[in-house]
């Protein structure tokens, strides 16, 4: 995910790129320094304003390092994390990477979380050829770049992680499909085209856009948009929400009385706890979101995924793992995965080993196309009676119902 528009970002990449210096390539099989440990190289928005996914992925990282440490290790030695906080921050992130391959002399690399840090961030372990596994980035703009070494460890990029809902609702009866919609969205370069796709389809269905507006994502009074969503009369809103302005809107329409048939939110209702805490757990009932994993899911069916679990549970007081967590433990199996196929720690046959092979994930099994991006589908979820329930597709479903319209805010 993350923010600016999309000529800006590349331009910033490309300019990170050539900062990242011209040392030489990290290329062939590379034994490690230490005789008894891995180095993996991660940089995270530990503070700054994606703190709270940032600090989610953290945890996933953890977890995944408990548990494969406790079985052995990878390739026969202990792995260790070296973690640095990019603070949210662009120029951060750049200087961060550039350390962990050329002074912390790191072995392998993992991703951080969003588009706006990924871009810049790969284009570093690129320019040094070292794969670069990422748990959160869907935005086009990070695939489009030819690059070898990234993949993304979702299912799907962000213009196709809304495709299943746009296809349900273009699937109701007349008498139940809304026939306006309001699209609102974050300046961000995940959330801009997850909205402009499911837009597209439902344009060319035949239902009205009655409103449109992409908001800085310095947002924060929402009242002024949840205002003109109303006087549009719009029956269905579908907001590209990171999580502060998904929340922030609810909360404008709840003063204003406002209450969609249909409301679609892209990652702010997947951060559960916080997201039914900051509207009311009544009020989150019928409202849809994507999401890449679920713990009540047929996921838990998919390997390490009970473990995961209950390490999680067991190291963080009970809690439930976030989304962004899942996704960075799934982004550490994909990593695991091909670096126990090749059996020792060379680039080139770690990407050689992700582009020709699937691998199997707490998230499903992940494959890639020749820049990186995944070809599978995204899940759909509907918060229903106080829970989060997967409801599309049918084969992945934990609810057989979906709740629509959408109930009235209870106060």
């Known amino acids: 995910m993350r923010r600016l528009r999309w000529g800006l970002l590349l331009a910033l990449a490309a300019g990170m790129l050539v900062a990242a ?40 990282y953890q977890i995944w390092q408990q548990l494969v440490n406790k079985r052995g290790g990878l390739l026969g030695k202990q792995v260790e994390l070296v973690m640095r906080d990019d603070q949210s921050d662009q120029n951060t992130i750049v200087s961060d990477y550039n350390r962990l391959i050329t002074e912390d002399k790191v072995d392998l690399l993992l991703g951080t979380f969003s588009s ?10 690129e320019k040094y050829k070292m794969v670069y596994v990422e748990p959160a980035g869907g935005s086009p703009a990070m695939f489009s770049r030819g690059f070898k070494y990234l993949f993304f460890a979702q299912q799907a990029t962000a213009p196709h992680q809304g495709d299943l809902f746009a296809k349900w609702v273009k699937s109701l009866p007349p008498a139940q499909r809304p026939a306006s919609a309001a699209y609102p969205s974050q300046d961000d370069p995940f959330t801009k085209p997850v909205i402009a796709g499911i837009q ?30 109303k006087s549009s009369g719009a029956e269905m809103v579908v907001e590209g929400a990171v999580f502060d302005d998904g929340v922030g809107l609810i909360r404008s329409f709840q003063k ?24 009311g757990l009544k009020n989150t009932e019928g409202i849809f979101y994507t999401v890449s994993w679920s713990p009540s899911s047929t996921g838990a069916k998919f390997p390490l995924n009970p473990d995961f679990l209950k390490a999680y549970k067991a190291k ?17 199996q994909v990593l695991e995965t091909a670096v126990r196929k090749v059996g020792k720690i060379d680039q080139d046959a770690i990407r050689d080993y992700l582009h020709g ?20 589908t995204f899940l759909i979820a509907q918060w229903q009676n106080g829970k989060s329930q997967i409801v599309l597709p049918k084969v992945a479903a ?6 629509n319209p959408k109930p009235g805010w209870s106060g």
Request: net charge positive; charged share 20%.
């Open 116 to 125: 706006l840090l990924n871009l810049p961030a790969s284009a570093v372990a």
């Open 256 to 279: 204003l009385g406002y209450s969609p048939k249909v409301l679609f939110e892209t990652s702010a209702p997947s951060e559960s706890v916080l997201f039914s805490k900051a509207i």
């Open 200 to 229: 597209a389809k439902l344009e060319a269905a035949g239902i009205k856009t009655a409103y449109s507006k992409i908001y800085p994502p310095e947002t924060t009074d929402f009242d002024s948009i949840a205002s003109a969503i």
């Open 21 to 60: 210096g011209q040392v030489s390539a990290r290329t062939g099989a590379v034994a490690s320094a230490r005789a008894d440990t891995i180095k993996i190289g991660i940089s995270l928005p530990i503070t700054g304003r994606f703190s709270e996914p940032g600090t989610a992925a953290q945890r996933g």
């Open 398 to 403: 934990t609810s057989k119902k979906i709740v």
């Open 357 to 376: 092979h699937p691998v199997r994930t707490i998230l499903g099994p992940l494959s890639w196309d020749a820049n990186g991006a995944p070809r599978q």
């Open 316 to 332: 963080f007081g009970g809690q439930l793992p976030a989304e962004d967590a899942a996704d960075a433990f799934a982004a550490a």
